[in-house]
């Protein structure tokens, strides 16, 4: 059996270093990970068997055969047979756990097994509304089926009694539905994705929010708990609509762990914690459902952002070449004018005498279709570098951000973080917005898709702008990818030369002629650490300093 394909992932993803372990590396991972799990999670037991309303080895279970394949079923045997002779020390005679361990692992691997198969088309990166609900949809069917064999399996070996049936089977059902809700799509993002939220205030205050509404609802009366429960959900649609699946995952983990420790802390009884448990679930499917409804959101606007820059340069393609079009036009017409007029000036010299008059006549007329032409070349020029220099004193913070926002679409698509490091106090510049932007757009874009290329999972982009002396401001763009070969990086920006299979080489001679022209130099610096992209503008005179 073929391990699952890396082709959708970079080499420096997570799964890609994964799958790039051995078989028996990844069976012991998982096994210790159950136990340790299994070992957390033993909490409010029922019997001396142990069925918990909190079982995420269930969910670890889901995520290696999704991940790593179905030669990986058999470990979903031996991983409850180890735990429970771990963590229970068997408490069940022996054919009793054959049957219950049997159980699990044919129930959780067959329905591993049927999402993994091409007929399902189940997407393990859960990119869609449709593949999280199919991972619902199956957990509920398996959950339910285990659950419900594991107690006739209890029944029959005459453990627990007909009596018995709600308080074992709900409890098997909520804890595995649990246990897969909240940690089988935390574990895929975390395995196939290179994006979760980066530590930041909200981020922070999020997670204190989780906690705090935890306090609060174990705070009031207990027959008032299960009502405030609800403050739960302030937090966690909170995260869904700001940061999407790959935040709302994170926070399910802080609230399901902080849930079960006020759990033990509060001594809450057995039933309470099913109750408790069941509502965790409505929390995470909703919670879940937002998140990926964002994230398509997310990816239409995306789309639609590309699109609409697409039209943008399809459209400015279109006027070059009217323009193009036009200047051959017009440039013809003076070179043909220069051609006659060179043509009368040799004839009226080869004549003797020579006819003076015609000469001086013919020059003139050559000189100012020359002048003519001039007119028309510098008009492509102008047309090239954005129109005409319209100079005017501008901030340093409005450049990046517009900057920023045209190239969004690129940076989202690549998943490359973007910041901005500006001096305080910064004064304002004296430059053509306009041409400013197109030379970072480009600068931008040139280390994204280096980064893309490169594979890199933590990629990022960084515009940064510091006080120089003579009165000027530097501004660099930094990234963290690759770098460039010692050649290309020494070598002279010179149009027609580029090391994209598709680029025309004009993009950086462009901007050095728009940084030339505001008396700088474009510098390119190549190392270990990335590229660095720098260029200085003058402060504007009298120009107070923005923070």
């Known amino acids: 059996m073929q391990r699952r394909s890396t082709q959708t992932v970079g080499p420096d993803m997570p799964l ?74 068997l408490p069940l005679p022996v054919v009793t756990e054959f049957f219950m361990v049997l159980t699990s692992g044919a129930g959780y691997g067959s329905a591993s097994a049927l999402l993994m198969s091409a ?31 594991h107690f006739l399996v209890l029944r029959t070996s005459g453990i627990v009694s007909g009596a018995d049936f709600f308080q074992v089977a709900l409890r098997a059902f909520v804890g595995d539905m649990i246990g897969v809700m909240v940690f089988t799509p935390f574990l895929l993002i975390l395995i ?40 739960l959900f302030i937090p966690i649609v909170w995260t869904a609509v700001r940061f999407g699946l790959e935040g709302v995952s994170s926070m399910l983990v802080v609230a399901q762990i902080g849930l079960i420790a006020a759990i033990q802390i509060s001594g809450q009884s057995a039933m309470d914690v099913v109750s408790y448990q069941a509502l965790m679930v409505v929390l995470a499917v909703t919670g879940l459902a937002i998140g990926v409804l964002v994230n ?19 459209s400015r393609l279109g006027t070059m070449g009217e323009f193009a079009a036009a200047v051959a036009h017009e440039i013809n017409q003076p070179l043909t004018a220069i ?14 005498p020579p006819n003076a008059a015609v000469i001086v006549e013919a020059t003139s007329g050559a000189i100012e ?13 102008d047309f090239i570098r954005l129109g005409r220099s319209q100079i005017e004193s501008v901030t340093v913070a409005r450049l990046a951000s517009e900057t920023q926002s045209f190239c969004r679409a690129e940076l989202d698509r690549f998943g490359i973080e973007f910041e901005t490091r500006l001096e305080r106090d910064l004064p304002r510049v004296k430059a053509d917005p306009l041409q400013i932007e197109q030379v970072l757009v480009n600068l931008v874009r040139n280390s994204a898709e280096a980064l893309a290329q490169a594979g890199r999972h933590d990629g990022h982009v960084r515009i940064e702008a510091a006080r120089e002396t003579g009165g000027r401001v530097l501004i660099r763009v930094v990234d963290n990818g690759p770098g460039l070969d010692s050649d290309l990086a020494e070598a002279p920006i010179v149009p027609f030369t580029s090391t994209k299979g598709d680029g025309l080489g004009l993009g950086l001679s462009l901007s050095r002629s728009i940084i030339e022209a505001h008396g700088g130099r474009l510098r390119i610096d190549s190392g270990p650490g990335g590229v660095v992209a720098s260029f200085s503008l003058p402060a504007a005179e009298g120009a107070e300093a923005v923070s």
Do not use: C
């Open 16 to 89: 890609a270093r994964l799958l790039s372990r051995s078989h028996f590396t990844v069976a012991v991972i998982y096994v210790a990970g159950y136990v340790l799990l299994d070992w957390i999670s033993f909490v409010h037991p029922f019997a001396s068997f142990g069925i918990t309303p909190w079982n995420p080895q269930t969910g670890l279970s889901f995520a290696l055969v999704l991940l790593f394949g179905l030669e990986f079923v058999p470990w979903l045997f031996v991983a409850p047979f180890l735990a429970d002779l771990i963590v229970r020390q």
């Open 119 to 149: 007929r399902v088309g189940f997407d393990v990166r859960l990119s869609t509304k449709r593949s999280l609900l199919l991972l619902m949809a199956f957990t509920l069917a398996s959950a339910a089926l285990v659950a419900l064999v």
């Open 192 to 231: 196939t994705r290179s994006r979760f939220p980066r530590p930041s205030w909200e981020v922070v205050l999020l997670a204190v929010l989780i906690i705090a509404a935890i306090a609060g609802v174990f705070a009031v009366a207990v027959s008032f708990r299960l009502q405030f429960f609800y403050l």
């Open 296 to 314: 398509e959101q997310q990816r239409t606007q995306q789309q639609l952002r590309l699109q609409q820059d697409a039209l943008n340069r399809a």
């Open 339 to 352: 051609a006659n007029f060179t043509r009368l000036a040799k004839s009226a010299a080869e004549v003797q």
């Open 369 to 381: 279709q020359v002048d003519r032409a001039a007119n028309v070349v510098r008009g492509l020029r």
